[in-house]
């Protein structure tokens, strides 16, 4: 009896002292979530820093479909973090999970940012035409034909899988469903301002996920 007392007595000191040894993200899940923000202020500076930096559009966007846009990331935001205030999840807390939502996250947001940067002045934050309009087939683009998207969900999958809450699912899959119409739309205008040469990019490429989609 007294072994077994003695074991049982150490058992709770042993979890302590193995809590300690453990990486600080184990120990600290609010990190991941504080990683998530940073990135998502990185891609908000850096769309923000480049948004007038774009060939001039043949279409122009109404205030009407800039202030859709304005609060329609709003509301995305507002999904993702809503665990914050509420303090409820739908997906379990596991460290292992919401790492690699960390992963996704910070990979999505890089994929973004590089394509945007090749893009560069051909870049329209609607289905615009740009003067001069140039197809751009580099880097990320030689994989997959809306690479930005691609990111931009990798992105709000990996916030998902840190935050947890019911919003933020709802969230990602709103957003994949209506960014997959816009590409439907986007695809149609590239056809017609680059007959023969977009309809060959697009037998050898995909639109979100290489080799699959």
């Not at 003695?6 to 120990?27: A, G």
């Not at 899940?29 to 007038?52: D, E, K, Q, V």
């Not at 969900?153 to 840190?162: E, I, Q």
């Not at 119409?181 to 977009?198: D, Q, S, W």
């Amino acid at each position: 009896m007294n072994k077994m007392n003695s074991l049982y007595i150490r058992h709770p000191l042993y979890l302590q002292r193995l809590k300690k040894n453990r990486p600080i993200f184990m120990n600290n899940p609010a990190l991941f979530t504080w990683i998530t923000l940073c990135c998502w202020i990185i891609f908000i500076c850096c769309w923000l820093a480049l948004r007038n930096r774009t060939r001039e559009n043949i279409q122009f966007r109404t205030n009407r479909q800039r202030w859709l846009a304005a609060t329609g990331y709003v509301l995305i935001f507002t999904g993702l973090y809503l665990p914050l205030l509420t303090g409820a999840r739908l997906l379990p807390a596991w460290w292992s999970l919401q790492a690699t939502g960390v992963l996704l996250c910070i990979a999505g947001i890089g994929l973004c940012i590089w394509s945007r940067l090749l893009l560069g002045v051909n870049w329209s934050g609607g289905v615009a035409a740009k003067r001069d309009h140039e197809l751009v087939t580099k880097g990320p683009y030689r994989v997959v034909r809306h690479p930005i998207y691609t990111g931009f969900l990798m992105a709000l999958t990996g916030t998902s899988l840190v935050t947890g809450g019911g919003a933020a699912i709802v969230v990602t899959v709103v957003c994949a469903l209506g960014l997959y119409l816009k590409i439907t739309r986007e695809e149609t205008l590239l056809n017609e301002l680059f007959p023969g040469a977009y309809a060959a990019y697009r037998q050898r490429t995909r639109k979100l996920i290489p080799f699959l989609l």
